[in-house]
Structure formats: structure tokens, C-alpha cells
């Protein structure tokens, strides 16, 4: 597979070690039936009684290559759902539009749902992609009104894996694969820079080095993903518990990716069917460290000086640098840059049904979310004129409870249901940080502070579907 990155491009090989098996690089689309159920925020109907435009993405139908975030794996799948990588991140998704652009000010990314938990394109880091079992896609506004302004911007509903009755199976799911780069700028070296100068009359700072700059910031990089689950259960109780590790090196020095992922499931039915319980969690922990400027660092790494030592001075223990020319610094100073990202995140959930009759059903739903990330960067001077350092830290918990009383009665294949909702209840704590980092002592200033919506409650409101 073949990768621009940059002004590099590199050559990725990827081994897959699936329990056995091989799948193929390219899998075909495969129709659901029309007549299929599919459950839609609050209604479960089929295809083609469903007045709006959806998509379910199965997981025969994914894409089956070395996935870094959920998302790629439906991605050219589903017609109108544009995906593109971002740069400030091995996992990070720079824009997903599933609407286009419907708004100005607001956000334009589509309102991210995991069994039941909202959420942004964020909280998709903390899914395997294995761990996933179809994604919902709503498209138009008479699908995704039910979330309100939320919503404008399309829906994508991820449902996860749930355990099966049956004994307790063991699945492992492996990845091997190495990035390098395939091509380089060819530029002059060392020796051949010394000769044009010596036959052009042209006076040059020679320190009598040999340094290929691009090749010094370049590496092989290792990616590799491991996924072991646990699943079993009974006729009346069912779980799952999975463990999930993916690791992306960049193909330039200290860029690099960890994820740590882990999601549980449990099902217990009682009472002859009278009262279900659902209890889920899925967190992670993913740790980046990244590249601050792309464009000076493959810039500087094709026109530094090839004469240059690709060592620090020995004597002011400082890399050489180039006063005379612009934007351009010693790329090995640029590796010494420390540009890290840490996001922790935890959802749980429960579902409680009560099946009260035949016909009539109560749905208790409720989730706890918290995340918290950490940013810090650190210039030094060999980069930045006075250098440069920030630590930050973002906090963010929510609270969503809902419950939905639904009474279904068939007249000539109408189905009708009435459900109240009980909207979700945030609180958010501000940024705050340092500009004491990594020993560079300009002061401090910090600043902190909160912001919270407190819950609401809307009423019941009759719905039909045919």
C-alpha cells in the first residue's frame, strides 16, 4: 500500500493474523434485506417503511485494512459520508461531513451515538473496530429531527458486539505491519554541494559533513493492533468483555500512536421475560505524540546545509543552525520538540426494560461519560526564537437519562407509541494550564473555570409508523 505523507511518500506492508482465516482487500457491498428490522432513535421499523434516508453498514461490509479510527472502516461505503485524515494526529479525523456544511459558526461534524451514549467524533477512539457490529447512518432531517439541533448535521449510530448464548469463546484478532518511505526528494550531498560551489566561485559555510538531513529524521515504523474478546451466556443472561491495543509509529522520529481500548457488555433477563437488564462500559486511553510543523521540518530537512554534523556541538551543546536563511532550522532540532496529547474516556450506561404487557413497554435508559485530555508542547529555543511551552488540561463529564413508555398496537400494519424523554445534563470545566514546562521558566498564568446545563424534561409525544 502506497501513502503520501507530506512531502514523503511511504510504502506500508501489513500483516493480518484473524484467527486463521484471510480476508480479501476488497469486499463487496452486500444489499440488506428490505423486510430487515432497523432500529431508528425511538422506532424500530424495516427499510422500506422508513420515510427518510438511511444506510446500515454490517460488518461484512466494512473495510477489512488496518484501521486507526472506527470511522475508515465505512469509509467510501456509505454515498454523501466524506471522511478526510487530519494532520495533528495518527488517530485524528480532520473532517467527517455527512450533511455537508449546514453550518457557519457551529459545528459541522454529525452527532455521534454508541449504544445509547452521545457523543462527538472524539469517543469513537475509545471503540475497536472490531468491538463494532453496524453503523446506522441518517441522513435527512426526517430521521435525524428526533435529536434535535443536534442532529442538523446528520447521525451516525454505532452498535457494539454483544455476547451469544453458548460457553465462554475466546476470539483474537492481530495485525503486523512496517511504514518506510518509499521515495525522498533527491537533493545534493554533502560532496556534491562542495563541488558546485567550488566550480560556481560560490562561498559556502563548509563544516566538512556528509548528512543526508532527510534520511537522519526518517525511521521504519512498527504498526500493530491486537484485540482479544471473551463472550458467552445462557437463554436468560449474556456478556462480553473485550481488550483492544493498536500501535502506529510514524515514518518521522518520535511521531507515534497508543491506544488502549476496553469494552464490556452484560445482558441478565428475569422474571420470565418480564424485566431486562443491559449494563455497559467502553473507555480508552490514547496517547499521541505528534509532529508540530510539518511544512518546516521536510522543508528544512531538503535544504539544510549537508555539511553540517548531524550531532549537537560538542562544545556549546547546542545544534548548529542558520542565521542567514529563513524558515529554515536544523531538522534534528526539530525531533527534540515535545508536541504530546493524552485523552482518557469512560462511558457507562444501563438499560432497564419492563415488559408490562403485550403491548405496553417502559424503557429506563441511563449514562455517566467523562473524558479529560491533556495537551503539552515545548519549543526550545533551537526552534522558536525565545521558545515556547504549554501544559493544558480539559475536563468534561455528562450525564444523560431518558425513559421512553411505548405502547404498540397493530391497526391494519400501523404501529403506534407514545415516549417521554429526559434530556441530557453536562458539565464542562475550561482549560487550564502553564507556561512553566520542560524547565523553561517565563511565569504562570492559569485560568479555570466551568460550565454547566442542568437536565429537562419534554413531554410524552405520540408517534406512528406504517
Known amino acids: ?11 506500508s506492508f501489513l500483516l493480518v493474523v484473524l484467527c486463521g482465516n484471510t480476508f480479501a482487500q476488497k469486499i463487496p457491498v452486500i444489499p440488506l434485506d428490505l423486510d430487515s428490522l432497523i432500529t431508528v432513535g425511538y422506532a424500530t421499523g424495516s427499510l422500506k417503511t422508513l420515510s427518510g434516508s438511511v444506510e446500515k453498514i454490517t460488518e461484512k461490509q466494512m473495510n477489512k485494512d488496518q484501521v486507526t479510527n472506527p470511522l475508515e472502516a465505512i469509509r467510501g461505503r456509505v454515498p454523501g459520508l466524506t471522511i478526510q485524515r487530519g494532520t495533528n494526529g495518527l488517530a485524528a479525523l480532520d473532517a467527517v461531513r455527512l450533511r455537508g456544511t449546514t453550518s457557519l459558526t457551529s459545528g459541522n461534524d454529525p452527532l ?7 457523543g462527538d467524533l472524539s469517543m469513537l477512539t475509545s471503540i475497536y473496530p472490531t468491538d463494532i457490529e453496524s453503523f446506522t447512518i441518517l441522513k435527512d432531517a426526517s430521521e435525524t429531527a428526533q435529536y434535535g439541533s443536534r442532529g442538523a448535521s446528520g447521525v451516525i449510530e454505532v452498535t457494539t458486539k454483544k455476547g451469544m448464548q453458548g460457553r465462554t469463546q475466546v476470539a483474537y484478532n ?8 518509499y521515495k525522498n526528494l533527491k537533493m545534493l550531498s554533502g560532496d556534491e554541494f562542495r563541488s558546485v560551489a567550488s566550480e560556481r566561485g560560490i562561498s559556502i559555510l563548509d563544516k566538512g559533513n556528509n548528512t543526508n538531513f532527510q534520511k537522519e529524521i526518517q525511521q521504519t515504523g512498527l504498526q500493530q493492533n491486537h484485540h482479544v474478546a471473551f463472550y458467552g451466556g445462557s437463554s436468560t443472561s449474556s456478556y462480553r468483555v473485550s481488550l483492544g491495543f493498536m500501535d502506529r509509529q510514524g515514518v518521522i522520529l518520535n511521531e507515534d500512536m497508543k491506544n488502549f481500548t476496553s469494552n464490556m457488555n452484560m445482558n441478565q433477563k428475569m422474571f420470565d421475560g418480564f424485566f431486562d437488564c443491559e449494563l455497559g462500559m467502553f473507555g ?3 496517547k499521541n505524540h505528534n509532529l508540530v510543523d510539518y511544512q518546516k521540518t521536510f522543508y528544512s530537512a531538503a535544504t539544510f546545509n ?6 549537537k556541538d560538542p562544545v556549546t551543546n547546542s ?3 542558520i542565521t542567514t536563511a529563513s524558515q529554515i532550522t536544523n531538522p534534528l532540532a526539530w525531533m527534540q520538540v515535545d508536541d504530546d496529547d493524552a485523552t482518557s474516556h469512560i462511558s457507562t450506561h444501563a438499560r432497564f426494560t419492563f415488559n408490562l404487557m403485550k403491548e405496553l413497554k417502559l424503557v429506563l435508559f441511563g449514562a455517566y461519560t467523562y473524558n479529560i485530555v491533556e495537551n503539552s508542547q515545548y519549543l526550545p529555543t533551537s526552534v522558536w526564537a525565545n521558545g515556547q511551552a504549554y501544559k493544558g488540561t480539559k475536563k468534561m463529564e455528562s450525564l444523560l437519562g431518558n425513559m421512553m413508555l411505548t405502547y404498540k398496537k397493530g391497526w391494519k400494519n400501523t ?12 458539565k464542562r470545566s475550561a482549560p487550564h494550564g502553564t507556561s512553566a514546562h520542560n524547565d523553561l521558566r517565563t511565569g504562570d498564568a492559569t485560568g479555570r473555570g466551568r460550565h454547566c446545563h442542568g437536565p429537562r424534561f419534554r413531554p410524552g409525544r405520540l408517534r406512528h409508523r406504517q
Open 112 to 118: 455521534i451515538i454508541v449504544d445509547g451514549v452521545f
Open 174 to 181: 492481530g495485525s503486523f505491519g512496517i511504514s518506510t518511505v
Open 306 to 311: 549537508p555539511t553540517y554534523p548531524n550531532h
Open 1 to 11: 500500500m502506497i501513502r503520501q505523507h507530506g512531502k514523503l511518500t511511504f510504502l
Open 319 to 321: 545544534w548548529d543552525g
Open 415 to 426: 404501529a403506534y407509541s407514545w415516549y417521554s424523554k429526559v434530556f441530557p445534563s453536562q
Open 284 to 286: 480508552s486511553i490514547l
